[in-house]
């Protein structure tokens, strides 16, 4: 889909605005999207806590409960902890009633399909949802000024003047509580934080003790950041981008004398102004290449070339950029930088500002670095794709990453690929949220294969990735993070936590709608929670298959924490190692619900099972806690079941220590 035609309507979807006439396949599964994409399977709350109290093991759960309650609540203003009020709402629930966590996940997915699919400004709908699930207040923002008509060059670059101004005072007012030392201590030490977290999840083991200090007095100093003031300068551009803008250029642009040549820009370029804000470029209907960085360009179509920041915040100077493409079958290609000055970000990033990327139609290749593909640090980052077949490969906090502010990957429909090593797909850490958000399409993921195990495995690597949340053990809270991919046959392939999980005072989700999925890892995936951390994987429909090589995962919850897995429907395959399929230990709380179909297990010792909980003892080995660990294994529905291994079918288990295996 190359014509302005398909980009119209690319753009009217993404502003929630469909015109008359029979929308192309993207549009289509937008409103798609936007239905409720569960049947009527009952309250999986309601009935669980039903069953606990008809057998006697309710009061077992609300010991749990606020044993978890007080674990999550318990952080306070000391040397030890960096800030306590990033206990974030969602993350709590999940503690306080851990059978919640069903209902929050497809509240988080209903809200985020119909910002999709049906609300007005699909982009500034979803980055309100991820504003809400950072527990901020959004305020509507100010009309964007006075649409030029006639549209000209300079018309048009003085309207884009008006609204990076705008963002401009709203980001510096984010960032105003810091003294002029502070904010430059932050620029120069959050991306040494950032990489040092990638090499090791204690981020202060074994640090020098200057290093400890600087990180530490680095996380402290995000409690004086607006955070809302950050969401609402991304709201300020995103809303200059409507639909009055779209009509008038697709009517095309009035330029003046074509603009002298310059090193970074060729092919089809109509204007160009330098401004305090960046380079503002204009490019034309043929194919054009940019590798100029720019704080702005819009360009109307052809197949395209990006070797530069594309709509990325790349500097205290360019804390803004805006990039708008009509049409075309487009290469976006983030410059690698050099060891001594490395690129800091890529393709509609936010690294202490705003970055927003806007292809509206074409079958696209993105291939980014670090912090690239919808990444927000310390600022918001949105990268939204129209349509068409794409393939996104990129290194870490990626893809749907937000760390200290928003990320947002938002594909709208096509068959597409995603490729990421690590923090990606979907990462939420410390007061951030990320999401990767795929409307339609049989679409393939991939996490992994390059950060070395966590676990010492010579055969596997770190991931964490796919709907993962993460906190700072030992320091600082973490986020949330959420894949959602509204349907399609899709493959998510990772190694090492990932696919719905979170680690240490956080939450993740992979929300799946439709299709026959296949899901593969090895360690620590499908739901899952680990050192005090929430996870829940849906989905709601399919013929699926699971595969697990190592152990911990579908519904698995270790050292006070929650993991859920539910699998909706459909004639499933699943196939786990020990410690997996409804399994709680330590103060944890797993369980597994496949709700209906004739489906087939392999593996794992026990279903539904409750391990011990030595952790959280005092010096004399008495409990702290005070609390039990619950596992719980639900099969319902269907003809016969096959087991290879423990478990039967119509057999309902209860045993003393919480273990709980039930197949009707």
Request: aromatic share 10%; with cysteine.
């Amino acid at each position: 889909m190359t014509s302005l035609r398909h980009a119209a309507l690319a753009m009217a979807l993404l502003l929630g605005c469909l015109p008359a006439g029979s929308p192309p396949a993207f549009a289509q599964a937008a409103k798609e999207a936007a239905a409720a994409p569960y049947r009527d399977t009952g309250n999986f709350a309601e009935d669980l806590k039903a069953f606990l109290t008809a057998r006697g093991v309710m009061p077992a759960y609300e010991k749990l409960s606020r044993a978890l309650d007080q674990v999550y609540r318990r952080q306070s203003p000391s040397s030890e902890y960096a800030k306590t009020s990033y206990l974030l709402r969602r993350v709590a629930a999940a503690f306080t009633d851990p059978v919640s966590l069903d209902q929050e996940a497809r509240r988080t997915d209903l809200a985020l399909r119909r910002a999709a699919g049906t609300l007005p400004g699909t982009a500034q709908e979803i980055l309100r949802v991820a504003a809400d699930h950072l527990d901020l207040a959004v305020e509507r923002q100010a009309p964007p000024p006075p649409f030029p008509d006639p549209l000209t060059a300079e018309a048009l670059f003085d309207y884009f003047e008006l609204l990076f101004a705008r963002a401009r005072g709203v980001t510096r007012a984010a960032f105003s509580a810091l003294s002029d030392s502070e904010r430059a201590f932050l620029r120069r030490h959050a991306a040494e934080l950032a990489a040092r977290f990638v090499g090791h999840l204690y981020v202060n083991a074994s640090a020098p003790r200057d290093v400890a200090s600087r990180n530490l007095a680095l996380l402290k100093l995000t409690e004086k950041l607006s955070y809302d003031s950050l969401l609402r300068a991304a709201l300020d551009l995103a809303a200059g981008i409507d639909g009055k803008l779209l009509a008038a250029l697709r009517q095309g642009v009035a330029a003046a004398s074509p603009p002298a040549p310059r090193p970074g820009l060729s092919g089809d370029v109509l204007a160009v102004r330098e401004t305090e804000y960046g380079l503002f470029v204009l490019g034309g209907p043929g194919p054009t290449r940019y590798d100029e960085d720019a704080a702005l360009i819009i360009d109307l179509g052809g197949d395209d070339w990006y070797a530069n920041n594309a709509g990325a915040s790349i500097s205290a100077a360019q804390a803004h950029a805006v990039l708008l493409d009509l049409a075309g079958d487009d290469h976006y290609m983030a410059p690698a930088g050099s060891p001594g000055a490395p690129r800091l970000a890529s393709q509609g990033s936010g690294v202490f500002g705003v970055g927003l990327l806007f292809d509206l139609a074409g079958n696209d290749t993105y291939r980014g670095g670090r912090f690239a593909q919808g990444s927000g640090h310390f600022g918001v980052g949105v990268l939204f794709d129209g349509g068409g077949n794409d393939t996104y490969e990129a290194e870490e906090y990626a893809q749907g990453s937000g760390v200290v502010g928003i990320g947002l990957l938002i594909d709208a429909a096509g068959n597409d690929a995603y490729a990421a090593k690590l923090f990606a797909q979907g990462f939420g850490a410390v007061k951030g949220f990320g999401g990767l958000i795929e409307l339609g399409g049989d679409d393939r993921y991939l996490a992994g294969q390059a950060h070395p195990s966590a676990w010492r495995h010579t055969d596997s690597h770190a991931s964490m990735a796919q709907g993962f949340g993460i906190g700072h053990r030992g320091l600082t809270t973490g986020g949330i993070g959420v894949l959602l991919d509204a349907a399609g046959n899709d493959r998510y392939t990772c190694e090492e936590i990932c696919q719905g999980g979170g680690y240490f005072l956080s939450l993740g989700m992979l929300l799946d709608g439709s299709g026959d999925d296949q899901y593969d890892a090895t360690i620590y995936a499908l739901g899952f929670g680990l050192h005090s951390a929430a996870g829940i994987l849906i989905d709601a429909a399919g013929n699926d298959r699971y595969r697990v090589t190592k152990r911990n995962s579908q519904g698995d919850a270790w050292d006070a924490a929650v993991g859920i897995f539910i699998d909706e429907r459909g004639d499933d395959h699943h196939e786990a190692n020990v410690f997996g399929q409804g399994a709680g230990a330590q103060n944890g709380f797993g369980a597994f619900l496949d709700r209906a179909g004739s489906d087939t297990y392999v593996g794992v010792a026990v279903r539904g099972y409750a391990g011990g909980n030595w952790y959280g003892t005092d010096e004399e080995g008495g409990p702290t806690r005070g609390a039990a660990s619950i596992g719980f294994f639900f099969d319902g529905g269907g003809a016969r079941d096959l087991y290879h291994g423990p478990g039967d079918d119509d057999r309902t288990t209860v045993r003393p220590d919480l273990t709980i295996f039930i197949d009707q």
